[in-house]
């Protein structure tokens, strides 16, 4: 009501009020009457003139260009809107009561993840290890085999496994039997490729720099902020990776360094609401997302580095980077490629954050404040660990070794 | 909350309309405006808006004891400076000398641990003890009257000029605050195209030659060639250029809406001359203030040649410091220094302009080439990672450039330059003409084509982080 009544008064005393501003813009439209020689034109600039510009008229313009601009975006802000507060503008919440059944399924399944998870970790039970690795032989050369295999019915998984294990076969795309995953080994023509979020655009650069200076090898960094694998609309990570491996041969290393934008729930194709985190939905779909990438990778041959997330100050977040790694080590151990436990590097574990990190010359602060990204020596220290797990090979030991 | 944020385009149409309403109370205004300041200050962080208030608090108490004390006012204004400069070197550079000082502990076999603790940077608080600096010396030469403390609070916090300038100077923005008359909108046209350009500089030019030219071309120099890194520098140039001076433009425009004006901080920065024209141009707030309070404080050019140098050299120094704590930003600060210096050599043995009068071109492309260079140290986050850029710029002649068609364009806009100098006018007074009917039909064609033609995602204010 008091806005009316304010903006009624404007109206009367518009011209009064906006004196000042005609003063200032008076000259200016004198000299473009000059100028116009239609006098139609004239009046209406003139007319123009006086009609000022009061703030009601301001506000208008102001409301209609933000609606106008809404409207033509509302997709790309509709993602922003999904990047930013990890929920559907209008229908907000995520999944909860429809699939209560599903979320018993979780915690088997997580008991399975975390079995895994330890199985990785210590890596001297052979005939666990080779589970994995039937497991995987099967899966990824057909990716729609991955989908159906890795449905979050781990008792079917089970049983197909031990069935497997009894008849050991040999993959139709003939991989070998190993057990840790074959060294990176790159060449001067071989190029390394980066894929990530902005934890990936701080150590990229180095390592970039790192593989040019020690041994001219080159390289793509495509990474971006927040970006991660729960919005693909935002950025498609797959399909990114996919699409340059295959216009760019000589790629030979996939490294990858990503996950604090992801922790939320996201849609799923066939669900009419937000799939929550950790949902058993949720994993299948993610545990998919990261399949296609090493999918892809395997197909073109490249070798993959991933990083894992590291801790974070936040609790929530770094209590969904832990989960999110158990995601990312167990696929990156299916298809034998090296998976890069970054909390020793920077000094701290999940338990404990901390931005410092113990060295020769006493603690040196390797995060910045937000708890999240890397001092631009937590960068040198995570390019460094990257650079150890690459070993170069002469050209012209191409024979020889 | 970024001020080209979606969030805020919203939030900010929403104030307008309540802020207008209440044109005939402008005190209330001011209410408003303080609140919502301390609302986006808290949006960083609750503990940055305390932080602000105690800080506000302590200045006012200062500048209290200033005005009241006869015999003691100038030992108050030199605790209340000392006072707000401590306050910015602990949470500025506390991390940075953590270092030095636990080496010098461990040097002079001391057995102090200095605590490791992280500290955050307020958000603003370069620019609030600038202010706050402004506010005390005027006070201390009674060139105002003590401000009322929501009237001095607000001065500190308001929103358009706290997290990255322009800084304002108590005597031309406290009357601002203080008026009884209801305000207006000022300059209306002027401020829609401040807005229009600041988000074609910061949002489209700036967003795509960060992404196109200096990222890729920053985070490897070593395998570009030399036209490429040329271009790489020129590059990073335009980009802070158009980054800042698109901020501030965008919040200049705001205050404006709001009836507020703030003053000049940049005016085509890269058509000067010389060294010194450059900071008669650039980033002006900034460069004014460190003349008025240190340099003439340090005896400005008044003590004789080599002490005028000495004077140039500490405050550039300085003002290299207050960038970052970093040696990279001590050295892009002694650069600028040396270049003024040499400067004024030149100018005392052959003479005042000499170069700019046989041929300006000559003096721009010149003035041009040392500021890219020195941007060098700005932007590289180290100085290995300045040495290794350099070391390439001398030795990659023979690689071949990937950056060529960037190069040639790079070379077409410095001599078309010139001619945009009367750019802002010219869309000022063409907005005038319009009929206003027709304004928002011309706004969200000019909008909708920037964020077109943008890359994704909201740019970061590189000026947001001093």
């Not at chain 2, 910015?88 to 940075?96: E, I, M």
């Amino acid at each position: 009501m008091t806005y009316k009544k304010t903006f009624s008064k404007n109206r009367r005393n518009r011209s009064r009020k906006n004196g000042q501003q005609n003063r200032v813009l008076k000259n200016n439209t004198s000299n473009n009457n000059k100028r116009t020689k239609n006098n139609f034109k004239k009046s209406d600039c003139l007319l123009n003139n006086h009609d000022t510009l009061s703030a009601k008229k301001i506000f208008f313009l102001l409301f209609i260009t933000g609606i106008a601009l809404i409207a033509i975006y509302h997709r790309s802000i509709l993602i922003y809107w999904q990047q930013t507060y990890h929920s559907d503008l209008f229908n907000s919440g995520g999944v909860t009561q429809d699939f209560i059944k599903e979320d018993s399924d979780e915690a088997i399944d997580e008991i399975l993840l975390g079995s895994q998870a330890t199985i990785i970790d210590h890596d001297d039970n052979v005939e666990d290890t080779n589970i994995h690795l039937i497991k995987d032989i099967l899966i990824i050369p057909q990716p729609d085999i991955v989908k159906k295999n890795q449905t979050n019915k781990p008792e079917n998984n089970q049983a197909s496994l031990l069935t497997d294990l009894g008849t050991p076969k040999i993959p139709k795309h003939d991989i070998p039997l190993i057990h840790e995953p074959l060294p990176i080994v790159l060449t001067e023509n071989d190029k390394v490729f980066f894929a990530g979020d902005s934890l990936m655009q701080g150590v990229a650069p180095y390592v970039k720099k790192m593989l040019f200076k020690q041994y001219k090898i080159e390289s793509i960094d495509l990474s971006k902020q927040s970006t991660g694998l729960a919005y693909p609309k935002a950025f498609n990570w797959p399909k990114t990776i996919s699409d340059n491996l295959i216009t760019d041969p000589s790629i030979k290393l996939l490294v990858v360094f990503l996950g604090p934008n992801d922790p939320w729930d996201f849609p799923v194709k066939g669900y009419p609401k937000y799939v929550k985190f950790k949902s058993p939905i949720w994993e299948e779909e993610y545990r998919l997302r990261i399949a296609a990438i090493l999918n892809s990778a395997y197909e073109h041959d490249v070798q993959v580095l991933w990083l894992a997330a590291p801790c974070m100050r936040k609790p929530k977040l770094n209590d969904g980077m832990v989960y999110l790694n158990m995601l990312y080590q167990s696929e990156i151990e299916k298809v034998q490629q090296h998976f890069l436990t970054t909390n020793q590097l920077l000094g701290c574990t999940y338990e404990n954050f901390t931005s410092f990190v113990e060295s020769d010359k006493g603690k040196i602060k390797v995060r910045v404040d937000d708890g999240v990204h890397f001092t631009s020596t937590g960068q040198k220290i995570l390019a460094t660990a990257i650079m150890e797990k690459i070993i170069f090979k002469q050209l012209e030991d191409n024979d020889s070794d | 909350m970024s001020y080209l944020s979606i969030e805020f385009g919203l939030i900010f149409v929403i104030f307008f309309a309540i802020y207008w309403a209440f044109r005939l109370l402008p005190k209330f205004q001011n209410k408003l405006l303080l609140i919502s300041s301390y609302l986006i200050v808290g949006s960083y962080s609750l503990q940055f808006a305390v932080i602000l208030f105690i800080y506000t608090c302590a200045i006012y108490f200062f500048s209290l004891m200033i005005a009241a004390s006869k015999h003691h006012a100038n030992r108050w204004l030199i605790l209340g400076l000392v006072a707000s400069i401590i306050n910015l070197a602990l949470f500025k550079y506390f991390d940075f000398f953590r270092y030095e000082l636990q080496s010098l502990c461990n040097y002079l076999n001391l057995s102090i641990l200095i605590p490791v603790v992280t500290v955050l940077i307020p958000i603003g608080i370069s620019f609030y003890t600038f202010h706050s600096v402004s506010y005390l010396v005027s006070i201390k030469k009674r060139e105002l009257p003590v401000a009322k403390f929501w009237d001095f609070a607000l001065f500190l916090a308001f929103f358009p000029s706290l997290i990255a300038g322009p800084i304002n100077r108590a005597k031309t923005f406290l009357p601002q605050i203080a008026v009884s008359q209801p305000r207006d909108i000022l300059e209306p046209f002027r401020a829609f195209t401040l807005i229009i350009l600041a988000v074609i500089k910061v949002y489209c030019l700036g967003g795509l030659i960060s992404e196109n030219w200096v990222t890729p071309i920053f985070s490897n120099p070593l395998e570009y060639s030399f036209i490429d890194l040329l271009v790489g520098l020129y590059a990073y140039a335009m980009q802070i250029y158009l980054n800042f001076s698109g901020y501030t433009d965008l919040v200049t425009g705001i205050a404006l809406l709001l009836g507020f004006r703030l003053p000049i901080n940049f005016n085509f920065p890269y058509l000067a001359s010389n060294l010194r024209e450059f900071w008669d141009r650039w980033h002006i707030s900034l460069s004014h203030w460190i003349r008025d309070y240190i340099y003439i404080p340090l005896g400005g050019s008044r003590r004789g040649f080599v002490r005028t140098q000495i004077n140039v050299m500490l405050a550039m120094l300085l003002s290299g410091l207050w960038h970052g704590a970093g040696i990279n930003f001590i050295i892009w600060g002694a650069c600028h220094g040396i270049g003024i210096a040499f400067l004024n050599i030149l100018d005392r043995y052959i003479g005042r302009g000499w170069i700019t009068e046989r041929s300006p071109i000559v003096a721009r492309l010149l003035t041009w080439h040392y500021i890219c260079f020195t941007w060098l140290f700005f932007c590289c986050e180290s100085l290995a990672d300045a040495l290794d850029y350099l070391n390439a710029l001398c030795h990659n002649f023979t690689v071949e450039p990937h950056y060529m068609a960037a190069f040639i364009s790079i070379c077409v806009i410095f001599f078309i330059y010139p001619l945009c100098k009367n750019i802002p006018t010219w869309c000022t007074v063409q907005l005038s003409r319009i009929n206003s009917i027709y304004l928002p039909v011309l706004f969200i064609f000019i909008l909708w084509l920037t964020i077109y033609l943008a890359p994704s995602g909201v740019p970061n204010f590189i000026y947001a982080n001093f």
